[in-house]
């Protein structure tokens, strides 16, 4: 077929069709320039990155080509042109029929200027779309709703979702793009592979209830997806995939006991067969499937660890370990039990704090290290060091004053494991990392290096996030090095006035403020010494927005009649 002729035929094709094929003119952000800094996008496009191939670690079914269609645009987009050319090519290989997989590597041969693999590519797709070229109608049905599902499937791995609203989008595109697919594919796609589809929909319904509870939406829409998500759960316990129907079992006694948040009984409860069904008894099948199967019991493990039922998946992660102790295979269940162990102490830290319990026992920090020691014996990465660095930070702090250091070793091993988190690809973007290693570094009485971190976490930090995380440690940094400085303190001053501007222009002024009032009143008088200071090098801008914070609402004194040197 000639050049001119087969770009034709693929236009003329095209306007006739329901969708499009491929992943590249989908409206993702990943498609689109970024919202913030350039190095933000490719920060999160790695992290995508890197969670979509440990979840390809535990897929050998059709969905590992949604996971491989989605790698390769990542790959795209990170200008690994390479990588995603060999990527999509493994698919065409393996699934000579996936529409996806033929229109991105077109789209990847366009960029590379190879005309003809590109001409050859869009050939294949008008082949494998046409019903009049291809072998037979119903195989062009199957092909369009996998084609549909991978698609569905990319939307919620978009990336800078951190906003409801575009969260919400994402997640009511895939939906609709899964229904397409299930019309398409009637009954000719195999009953298994429309289960895992079902399943994927149950949990975004779970997850649009969610977004929609927080936002006191009314209760008809929350109960329509509570409903539909339970449904769909209902129909994946008929797969005969053990994982797939043992956190379908867990994820419909996670929303029986939630039925009560509702004016009346979901009706979906009943349509189910599940009127009163116990939630224990639905976790106890599901758990009674996975018994022997150390994988399928790490899945059950986060999800009840993320839907913060910590004892219950705690005792799913010994069950793996009982039945995979090896640490090279089994390395997951390791590293959530130690995630397990820290969140325990820190929850009984803050109930400490707060006069509720004593002092919570350390043994719970000894054993999470156990853990993660056996793992980075075998898998060191990233996450395991900074996790490995909050396990030492906790050990070297008091428990109920974390300003206080209680051993000076154990700090040191913290800010070894950050040095080593630091050496590993992409452990210098991540604020976190920064923020851990500049409270240690305060610890030491090195107040100058933790302010080079808070303002290298502030600099990471995605602008207008509504957390600010680095702000408040960094203003509390400049103010204790400004009380405790014996000389000229203008160094300090002038870092307190370049990261107030740099936290408005990425923050807005509203946040800082709600900072800079909790600054003041729990510190007072340090504030008013630094005021006075100010005031006496006229930096009154500065002062002029530390009274603004602490102003009552609606109070329009004049506050420059109120300073005082």
């Not at 072998?135 to 791995?157: I, T």
């Not at 640490?327 to 820190?346: D, F, G, I, S």
């Not at 290298?456 to 204790?480: I, K």
Request: negative net charge.
């Amino acid at each position: 077929m000639e050049e001119g002729s087969t770009e034709e035929d693929i236009e003329a094709l095209m306007e006739g069709l329901a969708f499009i094929p491929g992943h590249f003119h989908l409206p993702l952000h990943l498609n689109k320039d970024p919202e913030g800094p350039e190095t933000l996008r490719q920060r999160d496009t790695q992290l995508k990155q890197e969670s979509l191939r440990a979840e390809l670690e535990a897929e050998t079914g059709r969905l590992q080509y949604a996971v491989r269609n989605m790698l390769g645009l990542l790959a795209y987009h990170l200008d690994k042109l390479d990588t995603a050319e060999e990527v999509f090519r493994s698919i065409c290989q393996e699934d000579p029929g996936n529409l996806n997989a033929w229109a991105n590597l077109a789209h990847v041969y366009e960029r590379l200027g190879h005309e003809q693999d590109e001409s050859e590519c869009l050939e294949r797709v008008a082949a494998l779309m046409d019903p009049e070229t291809g072998k037979d109608q119903p195989d062009c049905r199957v092909r369009a709703a996998r084609c549909l599902a991978e698609q569905a499937f990319a939307q919620p791995h978009d990336v800078e979702l951190e906003k409801e609203e575009h969260l919400q989008d994402r997640l009511t595109t895939a939906l609709t793009l899964y229904n397409r697919a299930l019309h398409y594919a009637g009954e000719l796609v195999p009953e298994e592979e429309k289960w895992n589809w079902y399943f994927k929909m149950a949990t975004i319904y779970i997850r649009l209830y969610g977004i929609v509870n927080d936002s006191k939406d009314l209760e008809y829409t929350r109960l329509g997806h509570y409903n539909k998500g339970l449904k769909l759960l209902a129909e994946t316990l008929n797969s005969e995939t053990t994982h797939l129907k043992a956190l379908a079992w867990c994820y419909i006694g996670l929303m029986l006991e939630r039925h009560e948040e509702f004016s009346t009984v979901p009706m979906a409860i009943h349509d189910c067969g599940l009127s009163g069904s116990d939630p224990l008894s639905c976790y106890g099948s599901g758990i009674k499937l996975a018994t022997d199967d150390a994988f399928t019991l790490n899945q059950l493990a986060s999800v009840f660890f993320r839907s913060g039922k910590h004892e219950m998946a705690m005792g799913i992660c010994n069950m793996a370990l009982n039945v995979l102790p090896d640490a090279e295979l089994n390395w997951q269940a390791y590293c959530t039990r130690a995630k397990l162990k820290v969140t325990a102490y820190v929850k009984a830290l803050d109930r400490a704090k707060q006069g509720l319990d004593g002092i919570p026992d350390r043994q719970d920090l000894r054993e999470a290290r156990a853990d993660l020691e056996r793992v980075l014996s075998v898998r060191p990465c990233l996450r395991t060091h900074l996790e490995m660095g909050q396990v030492y930070y906790y050990m070297g702090v008091d428990a109920l004053q974390e300003s206080l250091m209680v051993d000076e070793m154990a700090v040191n091993q913290a800010l070894v494991s950050l040095a080593q988190a630091l050496q590993c690809p992409l452990g210098s973007t991540l604020p976190e990392l920064q923020l851990l290693r500049g409270r240690c570094l305060l610890l030491k009485g090195e107040e100058q290096n933790a302010i080079d971190c808070f303002k290298q976490a502030l600099e990471l930090e995605r602008p207008g996030g509504q957390d600010l995380h680095a702000l408040p440690l960094l203003l509390q940094a400049l103010l204790t090095a400004f009380s405790q400085s014996t000389g000229d303190v203008s160094h300090t001053i002038t870092q307190l006035e370049e990261c107030l501007q740099k936290a408005e222009e990425r923050h807005g002024t509203c946040p800082v403020r709600a900072e800079l009032k909790l600054l003041c009143r729990t510190n007072t008088e340090e504030v008013a010494e630094l005021s006075r200071e100010l005031v006496k090098r006229g930096k009154l801008g500065i002062v002029r927005r530390l009274l603004q914070s602490v102003q009552p609402q609606g109070k329009h004194t004049v506050l420059g009649r109120s300073l005082s040197v």
